[in-house]
């Protein structure tokens, strides 16, 4: 299929890097998004996502002409849906006495309903935002046939999930494998003339169901792998072990790669996609259901922590360090530490927060710290919830004569609790309790 004009729709974490890479090699790419702020921040040089490399991908890509911003999109040859599934905070299904929580799909909905006036035969449309199973077929689809075009006899319709990492986006987008899966073969074939424009890792075909269950499985996987995790950080605190320790001991066999716990589950995957699953066959997935109580419950075994360390919180102050919910990106979607100040301040803690990546935040209800200084000016305690670079290469010594907090609670197994001990503070680590 010959590509000469694409749009993609949603210029978020994975919208506008993909667009701007099919600019970079010679594609004619809109790119749409319904927020004016963000187009007017692109068009006048700003970024209002942090990724590595992105920035100087992006600038190339408008001064070339091959990058263009709009906030509908326009006739083209292909169409790329990448807007975000969330989850709904308030609506929850119930199956056998047990909530569960449901896909919001407003966005694909809305962003597929915008396709419609300009779809024409011979069209591609790729929709990469994760979704539950059987969503291309029985939402994409549908949608898209009032036009009074069908899918897969006048038009090629195909799933292909994102697979990157942030902080890495850039580089995985073109080396990782990528999975594009039809509504019919000849769709799936399209997909993969789009996508082998830029794409070096090796291009996989199936059907679009398929497609759409292999990026639920990658990410459920990993839930139910850390939910194990956290369970052993708590098994370790009640038995008086190290959890840190035994891990590596566990994984010297060779058939074993225990992850490592921490705060919680966050970002717009793992702590999302396990729900479709459940969402869609929760007779099936009694594993998956409680493998997210797990990861979903741990930020309240972290405020015991930390109340086992402080004492009774109200009227403490607090520096919680991290707010992202990985180390080393801005993405503050679903983050465990975030739910970790909330609970603290539920407690009447006064809590000040410092997110080296995201400094001008604006939480609901995070009092946000302008530097790490001013989050350790007053504190009584501080708390590592992230595992931030710039946080794990602190000299206790150093943080010692900024703050006149002598606890800290280290969440995330970032310090050598020995150097801390040495500086005068008394430490408290997760999955020790020692």
């Known amino acids: 299929m010959n590509i000469q004009k694409l749009c993609v729709l949603g210029l978020g974490y994975i919208g506008l890097p993909t667009a701007s890479t099919f600019a970079a090699n010679g594609v004619n790419v809109v790119g749409v998004d319904i927020n004016p702020q963000i187009i007017e921040t692109l068009r006048s040089g700003g970024l209002h996502i942090h990724e590595p490399g992105l920035r100087a991908v992006v600038e190339t890509a408008l001064k070339s002409g091959n990058l263009t911003l709009a906030t509908r999109p326009e006739p083209a040859d292909a169409f790329i849906i990448a807007v ?132 639920l499985m990658e990410n459920t996987y990993r839930d139910v792998n850390i939910a194990i995790a956290n369970e052993f950080s708590r098994l370790a605190d009640k038995f008086g072990v190290d959890v840190w320790e035994a891990i590596s001991l566990a994984n010297r066999h060779p058939r074993v790669k225990i992850l490592s716990p921490g705060p919680g589950v966050g970002g717009h995957c793992i702590s999302v996609d396990p729900w479709f699953f459940v969402e869609t066959a929760p007779e099936l997935t009694p594993l998956i259901y409680h ?110 004569s900024k703050t006149k907090a002598r606890v800290v609670v280290d969440a995330v197994n970032g310090w050598k609790a020995s150097d801390w001990r040495a500086a005068g503070f008394q430490v408290a680590r997760l999955g020790v309790r020692k």
Not at 100 to 127: C, F, H, W
């Open 84 to 215: 975000p599934t969330p989850f709904y905070e308030n609506k929850f299904g119930e199956y056998d006495g047990q909530k569960y929580k449901l896909a919001d799909m407003r966005a694909v909905t809305s962003a597929t309903e915008a396709i419609v006036p300009v779809l024409q035969k011979g069209n591609l449309v790729v929709l990469e935002s994760t979704s539950p199973p059987r969503t291309t077929i029985e939402l994409v689809a549908p949608i898209l046939a009032r036009s009074g075009l069908q899918a897969g006899r006048d038009f090629y319709l195909a799933y292909s999930p994102e697979r990157v990492l942030p902080g890495q986006i850039l580089r995985e987008l073109i080396e990782n494998a990528r999975v594009i899966g039809g509504v019919t073969p000849e769709s799936a074939q399209a997909g993969a003339d789009l996508y082998s424009i830029f794409v070096k890792g090796e291009i996989v075909q199936t059907d679009a169901t398929t497609a759409e269950m292999v990026k």
């Open 291 to 400: 493998s997210r109580r797990v990861n979903d419950s741990q930020p309240h075994y972290v405020l015991e922590l930390i109340e086992r360390a402080v004492g009774n919180l109200k009227g403490k102050k607090i520096a919680a360090l991290g707010l992202a919910y990985k180390p080393n990106v801005d993405d503050l979607r679903e983050s465990p530490a975030a739910e970790v100040v909330h609970l603290l301040q539920n407690e009447g803690a006064l809590v000040k927060a410092w997110e080296p990546f995201k400094p001008d935040a604006n939480l609901p209800g995070i009092r946000m710290a302008s530097s790490l200084d001013n989050a350790l000016q007053d504190a009584d305690a501080i708390v590592l919830l992230v595992k931030h670079t710039e946080f794990v290469n602190v000299r206790p010594s150093e943080i010692a």
